[in-house]
């Protein structure tokens, strides 16, 4: 394990092992002599990039004289809004929130592996599945306070009453399902370009690779634009106003 670490988590793991721990106990887990992974410290890394980016950005946010980092976050914005907007039926400006911060993370995620001495965290199961159940527990949330237990229960029994029988072991089974989905999908094709993107860097490290990186960014996109996605589509489910 030692020597798979990246710098920043052998920094983490020389100086703040102590506090990894704690952590740890928190959840009830063991001592470790190494406490940090490298999937964590890099979600660190892209949270402290997030929270730093946008620090920078608010005091300099302006109607008159906006600048290039605001009008990159603003285009962000109106696609996240005009995608809420498709997807969600029901007022999809009150999610966009969260549907940007999902899109944000794990879009940075994502690309941080791209930066020589750095690792997308996303390559580590851990990662999206954490992102998924985050998902799976918010739609559900939001179901429930757009429609209360009774509506909102009433979108598993199916169209026809006496279809429920059927239809809630099967909407059960589905919505379960969903976390895992969400969760194989951005892991598999993450890691897979990794390795690919690692593979031609170690056999031919010039004009080749580059074309894969290339490759990588775009999957990255894509790979982040698929979960925000699914992610609308699941709250535009729970939310919807049966009739």
């Given at each position: 394990m030692h020597e798979t670490e990246i710098w920043i988590t052998k920094i983490f793991n020389d100086h703040l092992a102590g506090l990894g721990n704690s952590m740890l106990g928190l959840v009830g887990l063991p001592s470790q002599e190494r406490p940090w992974a490298d999937f964590i410290t890099m979600q660190l890394l892209v949270v402290a990039i997030l929270v730093v980016l946008f620090a920078v950005l608010r005091p300099r946010l302006s109607v008159d004289r906006p600048g290039k980092l605001q009008h990159t976050f603003e285009l962000i914005f109106e696609f996240v809004k005009g995608q809420a907007d498709d997807q969600v039926a029901y007022h999809g400006e009150r999610y966009v929130a969260y549907f940007g911060t999902i899109f944000l993370f794990i879009l940075s995620a994502n690309l941080i592996g791209i930066i020589p001495g750095f690792e997308s965290p996303t390559m580590t199961p851990s990662v999206p599945a954490g992102c998924a159940v985050a998902t799976f527990c918010y739609y559900n949330?939001?179901?429930?306070?757009?429609n209360g237990v009774i509506g909102y229960l009433a979108h598993f029994c199916g169209p026809i009453w006496w279809m429920a029988p059927l239809m809630i072991p099967i909407e059960i089974v589905s919505h379960l399902a969903r976390p895992m989905s969400l969760t194989i999908r951005l892991f598999a094709n993450m890691f897979a370009g990794e390795q690919v993107t690692n593979v031609f860097l170690g056999l031919?490290?010039?004009?080749?690779?580059?074309?894969?990186?290339?490759?990588?960014?775009?999957?990255?996109?894509?790979?982040?634009?698929i979960f925000m996605l699914l992610t609308m589509m699941y709250v535009g489910g729970a939310v919807a106003h049966e009739h």
């Open positions: 949330y939001m179901g429930l306070r757009a031919m490290p010039l004009v080749l690779p580059a074309a894969f990186m290339g490759l990588h960014v775009f999957v990255s996109l894509l790979q982040a634009y």
